[in-house]
């Protein structure tokens, strides 16, 4: 296994690090002998346990997993400082003690599909995505990691918006398609209802709800906004904040004017059939944000 590069600055981070090292002679040649051992090793113990270490492809693509997955441990690790992670490199656990952090690392933000991965928990997709060469001229492993980890937040963030402010604790996997829907659900409901837990009755609770005319402005709904993330844990909140599109106050402010109009259709004792023709004027085939896809008799 060679661990250098032709160029030492957009490589797998491994690689990185060594490079430079060898640069400031600030690593032996037998320094480096055991790094690389250590490394062929590990190579061999995961061909071994997902491949075939018998098959010289197979193990050059254990050989280009172990350098991906060491090299995110080794940036998280050393905070993409090269020094640090050389100390880290050259410690009695050597690329040990990354690769189980890299490897952690992805195992927790592996999507859990059913589906079931080659590598256990970590999902085969992503394994790939991070997996490189040691000669590799670029890598982008660390930058597939950190996209999947905003997934995983989402996902997450999705997750802990529907245990903690729905009634129901069983969800369709398919009712929302995006965590921007699952929020102007909750934000929604909760501001006509003084805080509720989200419930399949909003379109029969509207006809005894008050609409105060406060409510109609973007600050209301900022401030409601706001008020949920804050019940929520710091790195879900700023994951649905970062998720949130320009136009989500303007949604849940031009749903609330679409709420009048149907409330005033409803209390007039307007058939099923005309409401179900204004939402669908209105585009609520396809809900606009805030407006729940049921209706509980």
């Known amino acids: 296994m060679q661990l250098m590069l032709r160029d030492g600055s957009f490589g797998p981070f491994l690689s990185q690090v060594i490079s430079k090292a060898q640069a400031d002679d600030k690593l032996s040649a037998t320094e480096l002998k055991i790094i690389k051992t250590k490394a062929v090793l590990m190579s061999l113990k995961f061909a071994d346990k997902f491949y075939n270490k018998y098959k010289m492809h197979l193990l050059e693509q254990a050989a280009c997993d172990i350098i991906g997955v060491v090299s995110i441990g080794l940036l998280e690790l050393s905070n993409n400082d090269t020094d640090r992670a050389l100390t880290l490199l050259l410690a009695p656990e050597g690329v040990v003690k990354p690769f189980q952090k890299g490897w952690n690392m992805l195992a927790t933000v592996s999507n ?69 829907e699952v929020l102007a659900e909750v934000v929604f409901y909760r501001a006509l209802t003084g805080g509720d837990k989200v419930r399949q009755d909003l379109k029969k609770r509207i006809r005894s709800i008050t609409l105060q005319p406060h409510w109609f402005s973007d600050t209301f709904f900022q401030l409601q906004t706001e008020a949920t993330l804050g019940e929520l844990p710091s790195a879900n909140a700023d994951a649905i904040r970062n998720d949130l599109g320009q ?41 606009l944000l805030g407006w729940p896809q049921y209706l509980e008799l």
Do not use: C
Request: aromatic share 12%; hydrophobic share 35%; proline share 5%.
């Open 112 to 180: 859990k599909t059913g589906k079931t991965s080659l590598y256990g928990d970590v999902a085969e997709q992503l394994l790939q995505s991070i997996s490189t060469p040691p000669d590799a001229e670029e890598w982008d492993g660390y930058q597939q990691y950190q996209q999947a980890l905003i997934d995983h937040h989402r996902s997450q963030s999705m997750q802990i918006l529907q245990q903690q402010f729905y009634a129901r604790t069983h969800f369709d996997e398919f009712e929302h398609f995006s965590l921007e």
């Open 247 to 287: 136009h989500f106050i303007p949604a849940l402010l031009r749903t609330l004017k679409f709420a009048k109009e149907y409330q005033l259709l409803a209390t007039q004792d307007a058939s099923p059939e005309k409401l179900d023709a204004f939402e669908g004027k209105q585009g609520l085939t396809n809900p």
